[in-house]
């Protein structure tokens, strides 16, 4: 199983830049990082996802060193808005579902 | 998400009882996911399915039982509700491809076994 490994909870202020790493040491050739991002109430949102560098999308940026065994979610510029539960998972495309381990997920919270 | 509903959005029901949930999406996509989700343990995948009757178990299947008999249809039933089930049950669906695959969750079922 890829398993990941994340910080519990992050506190940060708006208008600063906030980066969440997660560890994935045993991640296979065909894995794709993905991160997801959820409210209260609500289920998961699709953020990003990448496979090596980085990738950068109107929400946020993605980081994955050559090793690939870790990956930073980087917001820019956050709001109180982004308080949200954030979750990484490492995967690859039609392998079975039951190896995609969404774990506890990263509470991140913003400060006025 | 636009795609994917789930009904009840809330249930209260009493232990012993069977429950069925419903997925519905106008996706088009082949896998389907049901999630529950539990204070201090994030996301654990119930079932899936690959197909129409297609389906397989995931880690916390006990008690649960799923059917598809259409693409756009994926039902869950708790065959005699306790209270350990109390808890917001999600589905998920995806379109995996090689260059990637990615969730699209439904908004949640809120369900209390009492």
């Known amino acids: 199983l890829a398993k990941t490994t994340q910080p519990i909870s992050m506190d940060s202020y708006e208008g600063q830049e906030v980066n969440i790493t997660c560890s994935h040491n045993?991640?296979?050739?065909?894995?794709?990082i993905t991160w997801y991002q959820q409210f209260p109430s609500q289920g998961p949102r699709f953020i990003i996802q990448?496979?090596?560098t980085k990738v950068t999308n109107e929400v946020a940026s993605l980081f994955i060193p050559a090793d690939r065994k870790s990956s930073t979610l980087s917001l820019p510029r956050v709001s109180l808005s982004d308080t949200a539960v954030y979750y990484c998972?490492?995967?690859?495309?039609?392998?079975?579902?039951?190896?995609?381990?969404f774990g506890s997920g990263t509470r991140l919270s913003i400060r006025p | 998400d636009a795609g994917i509903t789930q009904s009840p959005r809330h249930k209260v029901t009493e232990t012993g009882t069977p429950v069925t949930l419903r997925c519905h999406q106008t996706?088009?996509?082949?896998?389907m996911y049901w999630y529950r989700q539990d204070p201090g343990h994030g996301l654990r995948l119930i079932h899936y399915?690959?197909?129409?009757?297609?389906?397989d178990k995931g880690e916390v299947s006990d008690g649960y039982s799923v059917s598809r008999s259409k693409t756009e249809d994926f039902l869950l039933t708790l065959e005699s509700a306790t209270s350990s089930q109390t808890s917001v049950y999600f589905c998920?669906?995806?379109?995996?491809?090689?260059?990637?695959?990615?969730?699209?969750f439904g908004s949640g079922t809120r369900l209390t076994v009492v």
């Open positions: 990448g496979y090596k």
């Open positions: 996706e088009n996509h082949r896998y």
């Open positions: 998972l490492v995967g690859a495309p039609y392998s079975s579902a039951s190896k995609i381990i």
């Open positions: 045993n991640i296979a050739t065909n894995d794709y």
């Open positions: 399915s690959y197909g129409v009757k297609d389906t």
């Open positions: 998920a669906i995806s379109d995996p491809s090689w260059g990637g695959e990615t969730y699209t």
